[in-house]
C-alpha cells in the first residue's frame, strides 16, 4: 500500500476514533481531518472542492431556511394541540397521533427539525396532562428516522445518495421507499400502545384542561402563514419535477428560500440566516474533504473488491450485507460519516461488474436511515431530542432507550431485508 493511502487511512480512522468519544466538537473533527487531507499533500485543494457535494449542502440551507421561516407563524404548535384536541385528551392516542405528525413532517421537512419544533409542543401538553414526557419523545424519535426515510429530503443520508446518484429522483425515493415505510410504521403503532399505555395515564379532569386549550390565537401569522404553505409546496411539487425541469434539488431549495425571503421581507433574512445550522453544514465540508482522501488513493476501490470478493459479486448478497452493516453500524456511530464512505464504495463496485446497482442504493438509504434508531447516540434527532428532554429535568437514559429502541429497530430491518429481497432480488 502506498504511503499517501496509509497516511488516509490513519487520518480517517483518527478522525472516526475521536467523532465516536464525542470529546471534541464533530464539526471541528471533521474539519480538521479534512484540511490535514490537503495539508499533507494526499490530495490537492482543487481536487478537493470537486469532492465536496455542493448538492447536499444546497439542499439542507435552502430547506433549513424555508422551515425556520414557517416555524414563526405557530403552524406546528397549531397542529399538535389540533391532535390533543382530536384524540380527546387521551394520552395513548395523543402519544400515537403525535408519532404519525412527527414521520410525516420528517418526510418532508428533515427529521431534526422536525423534533425540533415537536419536542417544546410536546412538553406543554404533557405538563397539562401531568405525564412523563419521555414515551412520547421516544416514539417521536423513532417516528422521526422512520419517516425521513421515506423521501430524497427527509434524512441527510438520502440527501447524500440522491445527490450521488442523480438517476434515483425525488419520485424515485418516494415510490422505492415509502412503502416499507408505511409497514413499518404500522407495524411500530400497536407496539406503542403496548409498551407505553401503563405509564402516561391521567385523570379525567386533565383530559378537561387539554380540551379547553384555545387554538384561536396560535397562528401569529396568518399572512406569512399563506406565503410560507405556498412556497413550501410549490417546493415540494418542484422536488417531485425536478429532473423534467432539468434543475438539481439543491437549485429547488434555494430557490424556494429566496422567493421566501423576498416575499417576507429582508427584516426576517437576518434571523433566517441564524437559524441554519451552520456547524452541520461545515460538518458536511469536512467530511467530504476527508473521504475524499480514501477516494482519492485507491481505499475504496480495495474495500469494494473485498466485498464483491466476500458476497461474490451477487447483488442479493451484497445488498443484504450493506443493509445489516449499515443498520448496526448507524445504530452505534453518527450514520452520516459512514454514508459519505459507503457512496463511493458501492459506485465502485459498479465499476468492478456489478450490473444492478439499485438494489444496494436502497438497502444503504434503509439500514443507514432506519439503523439511526438502535441508540441514542445513532441520529442527530435522536441526541436533539435527549438534550431538549434532560434540560426539562426529564433525561432519557442510554439503556433504557437500547432497551426498547434496538429490538424496534432490528424489526424494521428485518422488515425491509424482506422488502428488499421480494422487490428487487426474486
Not at 380540551?211 to 399563506?226: F, H, N, P, Y
Not at 423576498?262 to 458536511?284: D, Q
Not at 476527508?290 to 470478493?309: F, M, N, P, R, W
Amino acid at each position: 500500500m502506498e504511503q499517501q493511502a496509509i497516511w488516509a487511512i490513519l487520518i480517517f480512522l483518527v478522525s472516526y476514533a475521536l467523532l465516536i468519544s464525542e470529546k471534541i466538537h464533530r464539526t471541528i473533527v471533521a474539519m480538521l481531518g479534512g484540511l490535514l487531507v490537503v495539508v499533507f499533500g494526499i490530495v490537492d485543494q482543487d481536487t478537493v472542492l470537486h469532492h465536496i457535494d455542493f448538492n447536499t449542502l444546497g439542499l439542507l440551507i435552502g430547506m433549513m431556511i424555508i422551515v425556520s421561516i414557517t416555524a414563526d407563524t405557530g403552524l406546528f404548535k397549531f397542529i399538535a394541540i389540533w391532535a390533543a384536541k382530536k384524540a380527546k385528551g387521551e394520552p395513548v392516542r395523543i402519544m400515537i397521533l403525535l408519532s404519525l405528525i412527527t414521520a410525516v413532517g420528517s418526510a418532508f421537512l428533515d427529521n431534526v427539525t422536525t423534533v425540533l419544533l415537536m419536542v417544546p409542543v410536546t412538553f406543554s401538553i404533557t405538563r397539562q396532562l401531568r405525564v412523563t414526557p419521555i414515551p412520547f419523545l421516544m416514539t417521536q424519535i423513532l417516528a422521526s428516522n422512520v419517516g425521513g426515510t421515506a423521501t430524497l429530503i427527509g434524512d441527510p443520508p438520502n440527501i447524500m445518495i440522491g445527490s450521488a446518484v442523480k438517476e434515483l429522483t425525488f419520485m424515485a425515493f418516494i415510490s422505492n421507499l415509502a412503502p416499507i415505510v408505511i409497514i413499518i410504521m404500522a407495524s411500530y403503532i400497536p407496539l406503542f400502545f403496548l409498551l407505553f399505555r401503563k405509564q402516561i395515564q391521567t385523570t379525567p379532569d386533565r383530559k378537561k384542561d387539554i380540551m379547553a386549550l384555545e387554538q384561536s390565537g396560535i397562528i401569529t401569522d396568518s399572512r406569512l402563514l399563506i406565503q410560507c404553505l405556498s412556497v413550501l409546496g410549490l417546493t415540494i411539487a418542484a422536488f417531485f419535477l425536478h429532473q423534467q425541469l432539468h434543475v438539481e434539488s439543491a437549485a429547488v431549495a434555494l430557490c424556494g428560500a429566496f422567493i421566501l425571503l423576498l416575499l417576507t421581507g429582508e427584516h426576517r433574512m437576518e434571523e433566517a440566516f441564524s437559524k441554519v445550522e451552520w456547524m452541520t453544514i461545515f460538518f458536511f465540508i469536512g467530511l467530504f474533504s476527508l473521504v475524499s482522501g480514501l477516494v482519492e488513493t485507491g481505499v475504496i476501490a480495495d474495500l469494494a473488491a473485498k466485498a464483491i470478493e466476500l458476497t461474490g459479486g451477487n447483488v442479493a448478497a451484497t445488498s443484504m450485507l450493506i443493509l445489516w452493516l449499515s443498520a448496526i453500524a448507524s445504530a452505534f456511530l453518527d450514520n452520516i460519516p459512514f454514508v459519505a464512505t459507503m457512496i463511493p464504495m458501492i459506485q465502485e463496485m459498479g465499476n468492478m461488474g456489478v450490473s444492478n446497482l439499485e438494489p444496494l442504493w436502497w438497502s444503504l438509504a434503509l439500514g443507514a436511515c432506519l439503523g439511526g434508531n438502535g441508540t441514542l447516540i445513532g441520529a442527530s434527532a435522536n441526541l436533539i431530542a435527549a438534550g431538549l428532554s434532560a434540560k426539562e429535568g426529564y433525561p432519557i437514559r442510554f439503556m433504557a432507550y437500547l432497551k426498547i429502541a434496538f429490538p424496534l429497530m432490528l424489526l424494521s430491518i428485518l422488515l425491509s431485508s424482506a422488502y428488499i429481497y421480494l422487490r428487487y432480488l426474486m
